[in-house]
């Protein structure tokens, strides 16, 4: 079964430290996105993507925050300069097809990031 | 502003008991419902949906939700609990307002942690 896959499973940084985390979508989707769990709390929207460019974006993408796609596989979200409140569990995920609104994301299994 | 919430932090059931997790929405239009599992250091599990139809939906490991429009809720329930579905269940909906431009985006209520005793 196709998955969303996501590298490195778990990432320490110190703080202010330039970060990126990558995602390999499932091959035929169009729709990219990234969620971050910050520990104990809900899972957040950051950032959606679609045809090489950014969708919409929450107020917690800040300047801060980048992705891109730098070909036809990766998925990926920099985080220029970490602080710790940056510290979570960042999921990636993907949709595929024309029926975005009726059909389900599949998520990778996260990154934990950490920075001290 | 579309939203889900799910106003239990923990549900602790028995196995072999029936178990009910709770969700209500708040969309402008017809909602798109999703309920999402997630287990110890793993990632987002899809586990069913409701966009249309009927209002019983049934999922993945014995999972069904009952849509009530009524009532504004979701709410996902599993006819006999098993020790094996301790886990942290998410309930969102498809945010569309704007639909058409850029919107799409899951919204998610803060979790429910499903604990089965033996």
């Known amino acids: 079964e196709p998955e969303v896959t996501q590298t490195p499973s778990h990432q320490v940084t110190q703080m202010g430290q330039e970060v990126i985390l990558r995602c390999v979508p499932i091959s035929n989707h169009l729709y990219f996105y990234w969620y971050r769990q910050i520990l104990g709390q809900k899972v957040e929207f950051l950032v959606s993507f679609y045809n090489n460019e950014i969708s919409e974006k929450s107020e917690i993408f800040d300047d801060q925050f980048s992705v891109e796609r730098p070909d036809g596989s990766n998925f990926t979200l920099k985080i220029r300069s970490t602080k710790l409140e940056d510290s979570a569990m960042y999921f990636c995920?993907?949709?595929?097809?024309?029926?975005?609104?009726?059909?389900?994301?599949?998520f990778g299994q996260g990154t934990r990031l950490t920075v001290v | 502003a579309q939203s889900v919430a799910q106003p239990e932090d923990q549900v602790n059931v028995a196995e072999g008991n029936p178990l009910t997790v709770k969700c209500t929405y708040s969309?402008?239009?017809?909602?798109?419902l999703f309920w999402y599992v997630q287990y110890p250091n793993r990632g987002l599990q899809f586990l069913l949906k409701y966009i249309t139809g009927d209002n019983l939906v049934k999922g993945s490991y014995g999972f069904e939700a009952e849509f009530n429009k009524s009532q504004t809720s979701f709410h996902l329930k599993k006819p006999s609990a098993l020790v094996s579905d301790s886990a942290l269940y998410f309930c969102?909906?498809?945010?569309?307002?704007?639909?058409?431009?850029?919107?799409?985006?899951?919204?998610f209520g803060k979790g429910t942690k499903l604990s089965v005793k033996p």
């Open positions: 969102a909906v498809r945010d569309i307002e704007g639909y058409g431009g850029s919107q799409g985006n899951l919204i």
């Open positions: 995920a993907s949709i595929g097809g024309t029926g975005r609104v009726n059909t389900e994301a599949f």
């Open positions: 969309v402008s239009g017809n909602p798109y």
